[in-house]
């Protein structure tokens, strides 16, 4: 009598018990609404998806789907598995509480009472949810209790789409989206009677034995459509619980996902939307791709690619990397610290225009030259191993000759520029005095995004400003960094084709329909090649190599990454065409002309107070160039022979300014030419210059050492 007294005490405190846990579930709404999958997908600026990334480690969860978008088989089997009565019960099976009661009086097995309701309750709260050792009666009272309260305030179908989206299932997966998308690679709405009979055997035992899961699809097979073909739905069982298709990130965008994402910190939102514009990312990734097929014959397997708007700083493409070409395609190539060669040539100009030292038209010498620095003699040469004598400013930036670049730095100085760069947002982690002339040429590393944001400073006018990586209000105007008159200066140089002809021709991939400004660059070993530049409204970075570091083979300038950029920028203006700047005030415009003929007349961009009508050499009075000099090779130089190379491949390249050139070797007439070349000998030679009267206008030494050479064709 005691023991019934307490049973009955203890049912009472269970139903009361439950009943106010049931008063606290949660509405449709709410659970809804605190619904998180564990990946967060990337938006475009327009709101399509551009990346997928799994931002929650402990659980693998999709979006919230509608009861609408799951495939009539997967619910038609659910039920059938799982709750046969659901549409008519009001949350508790009355006819299977009885079996199962029945059944544990008598130690038999029956499909079990819990109804989709009262598992949907359990789901929604962990007080109702089954321990180790099971339910006790409290909370099967509970169950019950909430189940009923929750068909009173929630609809059926309401529940059902619940319980199939906070289900958990096999291992990590929860829910049916994530379940359809790492066992069958598709959506919940596309899944097939034989996919939904194995997805409804999982609930009840999410992680049996594949074996196990087969036999319990086909019951449920069978039970929906009256039919099942057994040995082929236990082939299927168990390549699905063998796959995971459902990588932690798809799209076309991952480099710039995992950036935003880590910007946006620790924000809940599994949204994120972006400044990227999801056509012209596709076209990049595309023409990357292609241009990488075309090099893959010279070692190239990496590029990435950034666009931002010059206006407003925002990025709309992020190209990290060539994906699938790739064997390090997880690098982000736009961050990557890179030498950029060439490309800090148009900085180093503007600052030594800006300081007054050099306009457009000034005279530089493009002939060998020695630097002595604390490592030994600094030796620039350009890139087709080639002088061109004296040349103006604007045809040694456009056709990108590396001589003049290393004589401008020396009138600036190399921790000078190494500030301007600096305030231009390129983060060099040592002062100019370590990078010494080389500088000039571009041995500092960078990344493409800094790079790229660099040029868009010159585009803006010398106004430097962050880049965004998501829309919104215009940024506040940028810092000024850089003279805007140089500037535009530099800007007109990058723009001109005749000027870059020298190097180029007349007729490159750099030739643009509208107006852009574009500098190409190549580092040390030929490791990286660049290609960044601007129009009207857009700045476009390009870089192609190997993220390993490892030389490419023979690719220039306009071979490698320019090819990309100019498809790129063609892209971005096939509206309109760009137009060219407005000169900024104080710039002016005048004529001007070289002694001797070394370039052409021509009209040119002056800042105030530095036009002048005549550009000659100093001491020419304006009639024609310097004296002849020798310019290769070098005073002193050592030439070591090679037996095993022919000799043809070894020849001394003797050069001058000098049209009519006359060549001495060790006092005997050698040839003509303001190029020749010599077969070398072992020993130690003068080479001389003369006139045709025979007097020596210069001469220099040279040691040959090494085995003989014979004179073998």
Request: hydrophobic letters at 45%; charged letters at 20%; glycine letters at 10%.
């Amino acid at each position: 009598m005691r023991a019934s007294r307490w049973l009955l005490q203890g049912l009472l405190w269970a139903s009361s018990t439950a009943v106010s846990h049931a008063h606290a579930l949660p509405s449709y709404d709410e659970v809804r609404s605190a619904h998180h999958a564990s990946d967060t997908l990337v938006l475009a600026r327009d709101g399509e998806v551009l990346q997928r990334v799994r931002t929650d480690a402990s659980v693998r969860r999709g979006p919230w789907v509608a009861l609408a978008d799951v495939s009539p088989a997967l619910r038609t089997a659910l039920v059938l598995s799982e709750d046969r009565l659901f549409w008519q019960h009001s949350g508790v099976d009355w006819r299977a509480v009885s079996a199962a009661a029945w059944a544990n009086l008598w130690n038999t097995r029956t499909r079990g009472a819990s109804t989709l309701t009262m598992q949907l309750a359990g789901l929604l709260d962990e007080d109702w949810r089954a321990g180790p050792g099971g339910r006790s009666l409290g909370q099967k009272l509970g169950q019950a209790v909430a189940a009923q309260r929750l068909e009173r305030s929630w609809r059926k179908d309401q529940i059902l789409e619940a319980y199939l989206n906070l289900v958990p299932l096999r291992g990590e997966i929860v829910g049916i989206d994530a379940l359809a998308r790492s066992l069958f690679g598709k959506a919940p709405h596309g899944l097939d009677a034989r996919e939904a009979a194995i997805a409804a055997a999982l609930v009840r035992g999410p992680n049996a034995a594949p074996g196990v899961v087969a036999r319990r699809a086909c019951t449920v097979l069978q039970d929906s459509t009256g039919a099942a073909d057994c040995p082929g739905l236990e082939l299927l069982t168990l390549g699905a619980l063998q796959r995971r298709s459902w990588p932690a990130s798809e799209g076309i965008a991952p480099h710039l996902a995992r950036r935003l994402l880590r910007e946006a910190g620790d924000a809940t939102s599994t949204t994120l939307r972006s400044s990227l514009d999801a056509g012209l990312q596709r076209f990049a990734q595309q023409q990357l791709a292609q241009q990488l097929r075309e090099l893959r014959g010279r070692n190239v397997q990496d590029g990435a690619l950034v666009v931002l708007d010059n206006a407003s700083g925002e990025v709309l493409a992020w190209v990290g990397s060539s994906g699938a070409l790739s064997q390090a395609a997880e690098v982000d190539g736009v961050l990557a610290l890179r030498q950029p060669g060439s490309t800090l040539k148009p900085f180093l100009y503007a600052q030594a225009i800006a300081q007054g030292r050099l306009t457009a038209a000034s005279l530089l010498e493009d002939a060998p030259t020695h630097i002595p620095t604390p490592g030994g003699l600094y030796i620039p040469q350009n890139y087709d191993r080639r002088f061109k004598g004296w040349v103006s400013v604007r045809t040694a930036l456009a056709a990108s000759l590396n001589v003049p670049a290393v004589r401008t730095l020396v009138m600036v100085s190399p921790d000078a520029f190494a500030r301007q760069l600096q305030a231009l947002g390129l983060a060099l982690p040592h002062p100019g005095e370590y990078y010494g002339a080389s500088l000039a040429l571009g041995s500092a590393e960078v990344s493409l995004l800094a790079l790229t944001n660099a040029y868009r400073a010159l585009a803006n006018g010398g106004q430097a400003g962050p880049v965004r990586l998501q829309t919104g209000p215009r940024a506040t105007p940028g810092r000024s960094v850089l003279d805007a008159r140089a500037a535009f200066v530099v800007g007109d140089i990058l723009a001109d084709p005749l000027a870059r002809a020298m190097t180029f021709g007349t007729d490159s991939v750099l030739a643009t329909r509208g107006w852009a400004a574009v500098k190409t660059g190549t580092s040390k070993d030929m490791r990286d090649n660049w290609a960044v530049g601007w129009s009207e409204r857009y700045t476009v970075g390009v870089w192609v190599g190997n993220a390993a570091g490892s030389a490419m083979w023979d690719v220039s300038g306009t071979s490698g990454a320019a090819p990309v950029w100019a498809a790129v920028m063609q892209q971005l203006h096939r509206g309109a065409a760009s137009r060219a700047p407005t000169a900024p005030a104080g710039v002016l415009r005048s004529p001007v002309r070289f002694g001797d003929g070394l370039e052409a007349a021509r009209t040119e961009w002056f800042l105030p107070g530095t036009a002048q009508p005549v550009f000659a050499l100093a001491g020419s009075q304006g009639q024609g160039a310097p004296a002849p000099r020798i310019l290769a090779p070098a005073d002193g130089s050592i030439v070591a022979l090679d037996p095993d190379i022919p000799p043809a491949h070894q020849r001394l390249w003797l050069r001058t300014q000098a049209r009519q050139a006359h060549w001495r070797m060790d006092g005997k007439p050698l040839g003509r030419g303001s190029e020749l070349a010599w077969l070398p000998w072992p020993g130690r030679h003068q080479v001389q210059l003369v006139d045709a009267r025979g007097t020596v206008l210069d001469e220099v030494h040279v040691e040959v050492r090494g085995a003989t050479v014979s004179n073998q064709k």
